[in-house]
């Protein structure tokens, strides 16, 4: 019998430019996976739905306002961590309010989606560079 772990939802977002490209931010150190790149958002808060927690993060990490019709469900990404199992919704956005600001001192960085296997990102990414490369 396999043991019981706690299921993390975290809602992420692929956010395009009238170029196409993707933003991509980079975990500052101090946090867990420090370095690696990943798709902007955050964990899903217990009263909170992944539009909501999603709108919230891109606010906080990066001060930009996204209005929930302007987020798609794009696909889903699902991974086992030794202590826990994510469970992650991305939404695509094309359309939001303001410049992207790091508020949190991470890195951030636009690229397209063929160019999303040279970063590193989380084992839970990672399937997420092929899918949105063939999506986009």
């Not at 500052?28 to 927690?53: R, S």
């Not at 699902?78 to 939404?91: E, Q, T």
């Amino acid at each position: 019998m396999q043991r019981a772990i706690p299921l993390v939802i975290v809602a992420a977002c692929a956010l395009v430019d009238g170029e196409g490209r993707l933003l991509i931010t980079r975990r500052p150190e101090g946090k867990p996976l420090a370095g690696l790149w990943e798709f902007p958002g955050g964990k899903v808060e217990a009263d909170e739905v992944p539009e909501a927690a999603l709108i919230r993060e891109l606010r906080e990490e990066l001060a930009v306002q996204v209005a929930e019709a302007d987020l798609q469900p794009l696909t889903f990404a699902s991974h086992a961590y030794p202590d826990f199992h994510l469970l992650m919704p991305v939404y695509l956005c094309r359309r939001w309010q303001g410049g992207v600001v790091p508020l949190e001192g991470q890195e951030t960085r636009w690229v397209k989606p063929s160019e999303l296997h040279a970063y590193d990102m989380p084992p839970a990414d990672e399937p997420l560079k092929t899918t949105l490369r063939d999506l986009l």
